[in-house]
């Protein structure tokens, strides 16, 4: 294999960054010989990596040159879904394209739609060129919410910004929260830290509905109900309060709201929220304790627990709590969910919404193509949608109520091209299949959301078979459609160099591979919140503003633990520990550790309906069923199912996914999924064991 212009036949290992949806963003040094990847290691000169992958990245060359992995480009020979296709040169596939979407661009732009999430995070092969290009289509907008809107809105209403503590400093916390994360499976290198302040002698304590790998390691676990920490959140700062275990001089010169959010949180006692949290007051009134008076305390909240109707009040609740305590003026005090709002990226140079002109296009939400691909053209709704466009994501798969999703999909009326590596779920319903070069065949520039670190990835190979870039493919067809500005010839290392602009020593990157953010320890010290106050806001104008309440209070869910006798199950949906969402479900080395689709039920759950470990179950609701194994165990409280994911359809069961009951409604704030807000009966199938 010859190397391709500007990848270095180097023998040194090329550097590189991790590009997946995970906190850890870590830096790769990939081993090649005769342009091959022969290794992929974690950089030990990388700070936050250390030297250390995760199993899925460690395998990385196992997916780069996997067998199934899709070398040209395909077109359709049967019907939608059959995954039945012929090969194309490149250039018919884009002259076709090209051709199609002009068509439908000359009756209505917005009836072409974008969809695209995190398959890489990179800025460059995510949004880069692909956004310029949307953008001076006039295409419909995506709201990219399916993972994180709610907390992201949560953070942005109460700190400001997507901001908090800096990631490295946990190891000097004396209490750590772990709130709705399974640390040891998808946020690694954070759990190497939470290990280093316990061995110095802190506290730590998992909040999570599921008894996870992360909560067997905590010194406590809290199991409450899905959809409930906000109303524990409210109990804490009853008892902060009650207790006194508060900061007044914080208080009064950093927050805002302060005597109404005492007043709802007054309205709170633990036995009040004990109740709806399905836990023990004792538990309660404990953390409350640890909470107010082990100093520095930190929390490390994560995105699962966002995932229910009230996540984004909920988020805001937790978010509020190192004000109470002042917990801000340390360094190894505060708070982190997402630290990508202390990038200085510069969004409007990458995606060039100018080029809308004076276009305003509707926003399509992601969380319900279900519904939409099915809606007729509507005054309200704009034009019916002819064209999807999908990279760096697996809607059929990921995106909730298959039932819907699968059959927008199957419209035979529907031109949809898909660019990817492998045939996914997703990748079936594809007029043209088009094959995505992997990280190790691009450049790339990538920020982190748990760390604050940037991190430029090079091409370590040539793009395998007749791969190309999602920028190369964007280009092309702005090419085809006689878009004739000077923006969609940028090559990738240009579009690297305009990510952030002069704001990151570029030249440091392409030494080194890494630069650390100039960011002081303890960003809140003395206040200076990236909000339009200045301050902590516990209550907030802009909320208020828009009609709803600027003080966050616990939302219960759409589907309250409960509240349905037909489905007494709650249940969530956390990723199996070795996929990463549906990436990875087909590397085989993975899968066969992770072997069938599992549910986790609990003893007594289990019991009341005949059901044992191995036993094929039917999980179900109103919106559909799907198979999986039942593995009957304590990860799973009483009344609270755990359906692990998210396995493609076609190699789960019966062709089947958790996303079968999940629910196109939406979160209180940013438009968000509720996939943990699900209510569903599991029964066994009549054929018994497998
Ligand atoms: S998935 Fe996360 S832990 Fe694994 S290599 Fe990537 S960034 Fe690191």
Request: glycine share 8%.
């Amino acid at each position: 294999m010859t190397h391709a212009i500007g990848i270095s036949p180097l023998v040194e290992p090329v550097r590189g960054a991790c590009p997946h949806d995970c906190p850890d963003t870590c830096a790769l040094l990939t081993t090649v010989r005769d342009g091959r990847a022969v290794r992929v290691q974690g950089n030990p000169d990388h700070p936050p990596t250390d030297g250390v992958l995760c199993t899925k990245v460690s395998r990385y060359t196992e997916r780069t040159y996997h067998p199934e992995r899709i070398l040209q480009p395909l077109r359709r020979i049967g019907p939608k879904g059959s995954g039945r296709f012929e090969p194309v040169s490149w250039d018919d596939a884009l002259d076709d394209i090209a051709a199609r979407l002009a068509a439908i661009a000359a009756r209505d732009p917005e009836a072409i739609v974008p969809y695209s999430y995190a398959g890489t995070m990179g800025q460059v092969q995510g949004e880069g060129m692909a956004a310029r290009f949307f953008h001076r289509l006039g295409a419909s907008l995506l709201d990219r919410t399916i993972c994180a809107a709610a907390g992201s809105e949560a953070l942005v209403h109460t700190l400001g910004a997507k901001v908090g503590m800096k990631v490295e400093f946990f190891a000097e916390s004396a209490l750590i929260l772990i709130w709705g994360s399974n640390s040891i499976a998808s946020n690694l290198h954070f759990w190497r830290l939470v290990q280093e302040a316990k061995r110095a002698g802190a506290r730590v304590v998992c909040i999570d509905p599921r008894r996870t790998e992360t909560a067997d390691k905590c010194h406590e676990h809290i199991a409450l109900l899905p959809g409930t920490d906000g109303a524990l959140a409210l109990a804490l700062m009853h008892e902060l309060v009650r207790n006194d275990w508060l900061d007044h001089d914080y208080l009064a010169r950093h927050t805002l709201g302060w005597e109404a959010l005492r007043a709802r949180a007054l309205q709170w006692p633990p036995e009040r929220a004990a109740q709806v949290c399905g836990i023990a007051v004792q538990q309660i009134t404990d953390l409350a304790r640890d909470y107010g008076t082990r100093s520095p305390a930190a929390i490390r909240l994560n995105y699962g627990m966002q995932r229910v109707h009230g996540g984004g009040n909920a988020a805001r609740l937790v978010a509020c709590l190192p004000a109470l305590t002042g917990a801000w003026r340390h360094r190894a005090g505060g708070l982190l969910l997402s630290s990508s709002g202390h990038f200085p990226l510069d969004r409007a140079e990458l995606h060039r919404p100018d080029l809308l002109g004076t276009r305003r296009p509707r926003t399509i939400n992601m969380v319900t193509i279900g519904d939409d691909l099915l809606r007729e053209a509507s005054r309200e709704f704009g034009p019916k949608i002819e064209a999807l466009i999908v990279y760096n994501s697996n809607p059929v798969a990921v995106a909730p109520e298959s039932a819907k999703v699968v059959q927008g999909f199957a419209r035979e009326d529907l031109f949809t091209v898909v660019l990817e590596h492998f045939r996914t779920d997703t990748a079936d319903y594809a007029d043209y299949l088009l094959p995505a070069t992997t990280q190790l065949e691009h450049w790339d520039i990538h920020l982190a959301y748990g760390h604050t670190d940037v991190l430029l990835n090079r091409p370590a190979i040539a793009p395998v078979g007749q791969a190309r870039t999602n920028t190369d493919v964007f280009r092309a067809l702005a090419a085809r459609m006689g878009f004739a500005e000077t923006c969609f010839s940028d090559d990738d290392e240009t579009l690297c160099r305009a990510a952030f602009g002069f704001a990151v020593p570029f030249d440091e990157l392409l030494a080194k591979g890494f630069t650390t953010l100039a960011l002081p320890d303890a960003p809140f010290a003395n206040g200076g919140f990236p909000t339009p106050s200045g301050r902590c806001e516990f209550f907030s104008e802009r909320l208020a503003a828009m009609g709803l309440d600027g003080l966050p209070d616990h939302v219960p869910n759409h589907e309250p633990a409960g509240s349905d006798a037909r489905y007494p199950l709650a249940m969530i949906s956390p990723p199996a520990r070795n996929f990463l969402n549906s990436t990875f479900v087909n590397v085989q080395s993975l899968r066969d550790i992770e072997g069938e689709p599992l549910l986790e039920i609990g003893e007594a759950d289990a019991l009341a309906r005949g059901i044992s470990s191995g036993d094929v179950v039917r999980v179900f609701n109103d919106r559909g069923s799907y198979l999986c194994k039942a593995a009957v165990s304590p990860r799973a409280r009483t009344g609270v199912v755990n359906g692990l994911g998210i396995w493609w359809r076609k190699l789960g069961l019966g062709g089947t996914n958790v996303n079968e009951v999940t629910s196109q409604r939406l979160t209180d704030l940013g438009r968000g999924p509720v996939f943990y807000d699900c209510l569903v009966q599991v029964a066994p199938l009549a054929s018994g064991r497998t």
